[in-house]
């Protein structure tokens, strides 16, 4: 990889292209988003905009069905939604119920073939699932149905859901669907369309977020409440945890088959980095979520500096929280390239470490002989703060004290978030001191468990999962579904040139 200081036309062909690759993805990488209409002339059009508005929780593939009463009309590509659908293809999705998804692969790999919704034609007629979360013994009950003769036409945890409907003896459609989500266990979120209903459900535990919204009468299923914002809906309530949501003719019906003995454990690194700071999750801005966040590290980890700066842009709430409770100016003094995705998630450890400079560049001369508290939300791999304490030293800093608004993250996530393997993961493998010395900050301060469990029991009033932060993580994992996907395509060779 290149030095800072090589000029871009010296670059390698390899180099150009991880670069171009990096301005195009101006987007958050991770898991997925899922939306749905029920009962509008615009259904597709509505889907889109929900779908954009979505993007920064999936931007490998995303996919649109429209249903017109009889069948469903499908469009699904890699990619991101703005570049996916045009005029065109929106007039070809036909209907006034649709479904959405955006994804990024947390089960399966990176291909078309698991793009989002799902569609069967099963005898009972047409179903499309878009599903957020990961299913954690999706490994086991497909072993079993591919020896009673299943034939899967993907690697996505999520098709599982399918053949469970599929081969279900119930008569009606959402009893299907009820037969089907209590067989599996894990993390979902889900919106399915059949030719004339729309259904949702959430898990028993609540692992990710649903939320109801109306507009012109119609109803809309929206992972996050930006999305009911973009298209000028109400946001009437949350699915509950354990809830199914039926609607037809209009009409909306809740049904609460699944047992609630389950306590529960909403996705706590929703609120810390995932969901986009203007959403309500779980009836709280998780932008006001974040700020208290800073307010409580402020707390515990106090020292003197002159300005509190953050890490742009996901330590940006953070860190006006703990500039406001500590009373030290809040400061940007780095300038971050708004066409670089996220950066932890390229393949390679020289790719990120490119990346991080190609995203952020501190300003010079501003910082001479300055003392500073650097915030962000959260240490993964280590890449970005190595990079940008090297960066604001050389730019004068005299004394940087990093300030991390979540717990070490010391284990992977089994319910939806792509993070990476514990040996991957700087928290698990090195102690603070030793993160301290490494990223060559003169200090470094995590929230504590206690502290992100506190703020959680007084603000979010409910139950958290933070199994990344503590190593409780309240489903069992199936062996089998942690295992690399392939081994689950032992005969098939997973190349494809979409
Ligand atoms: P790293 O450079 O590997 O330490 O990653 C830290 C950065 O990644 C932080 O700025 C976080 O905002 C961001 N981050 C944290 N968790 C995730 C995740 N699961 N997916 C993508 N980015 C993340």
Do not use: W
Request: proline fraction near 4%.
């Amino acid at each position: 990889m290149p030095s800072a200081s090589r000029p871009f036309d010296r670059l390698s062909p390899e180099e150009l292209t991880t670069l171009n690759r990096a301005h195009r993805a101006d987007r958050f990488h991770d898991h997925c988003g899922v939306f749905g209409v029920h009962g509008h002339e615009d259904a597709s059009h509505l889907t889109y905009l929900g779908l954009y508005a979505l993007q920064h929780r999936g931007q490998e593939s995303c996919g649109i069905v429209s249903s017109n009463g009889k069948e469903h009309i499908a469009h699904r590509a890699m990619g991101l939604v703005a570049d996916t659908f045009g005029t065109e293809i929106l007039e070809r999705l036909k209907g006034r119920h649709a479904v959405g998804h955006v994804r990024y692969s947390t089960a399966g790999g990176s291909m078309l073939r698991n793009a989002q919704p799902i569609c069967a034609n099963t005898d009972g007629g047409p179903v499309s699932i878009a599903h957020n979360g990961n299913l954690v013994n999706a490994g086991v009950i497909r072993r079993e149905l591919e020896g009673r003769g299943a034939i899967f036409g993907s690697s996505s945890d999520s098709e599982v859901l399918l053949h469970l409907l599929a081969r279900s003896r119930e008569r009606h459609m959402e009893d299907r669907f009820i037969d089907a989500i209590s067989r599996v266990k894990g993390a979902f979120s889900i919106a399915m369309l059949t030719d004339d209903a729309l259904i949702a459900a959430r898990d028993p535990h609540g692992f990710r977020p649903l939320s109801i919204g109306r507009k012109d009468g119609a109803y809309i299923i929206s992972s996050e409440t930006c999305a009911l914002d973009l298209i000028g809906a109400t946001h009437e309530r949350d699915v509950d945890p354990g809830e199914v949501i039926v609607i037809r003719r209009g009409r909306l019906r809740s049904i609460r088959p699944l047992s609630r003995e389950a306590d529960e454990h909403f996705c706590i690194m929703e609120q810390i980095y995932f969901a986009r700071p203007d959403s309500h999750l779980v009836g709280h801005n998780v932008y006001a979520y974040r700020k208290e966040l800073g307010r409580v590290l402020a707390r515990e980890h106090e020292v003197a500096a002159d300005m509190v700066v953050p890490v742009l842009d996901s330590g940006n709430a953070a860190a006006l929280g703990y500039a406001e409770e500590a009373g030290i100016p809040y400061d940007t003094a780095l300038i971050r390239n708004h066409y670089v995705s996220r950066s932890f998630i390229e393949p390679t450890q020289k790719i990120r470490d490119f990346k991080v400079r190609v995203k952020h560049n501190a300003i010079r001369g501003f910082l001479e002989g300055k003392r500073m508290i650097l915030v962000d939300d959260s240490i993964i791999r280590g890449t970005t703060l190595v990079k940008i304490v090297g960066m604001l030293r050389a730019a004068g800093a005299r004394e940087i004290h990093v300030r991390i608004s979540s717990p070490p993250t010391i284990g992977p996530c089994h319910y939806g978030i792509d993070t990476p393997n514990k040996e991957e993961l700087i928290a698990y493998t090195h102690t603070i001191e030793e993160i301290r010395d490494k990223i060559g900050a003169d200090s470094l301060g995590y929230l504590s468990v206690e502290g992100l469990r506190n703020t959680a029991a007084k603000e979010l009033k409910r139950g958290i999962c933070d199994g990344c932060f503590s190593n409780d993580y309240p489903v069992p994992i199936d062996p089998l579904q942690s295992m690399p996907q392939l081994t689950l395509f032992r005969a098939v060779k997973e190349v494809e040139t979409e």
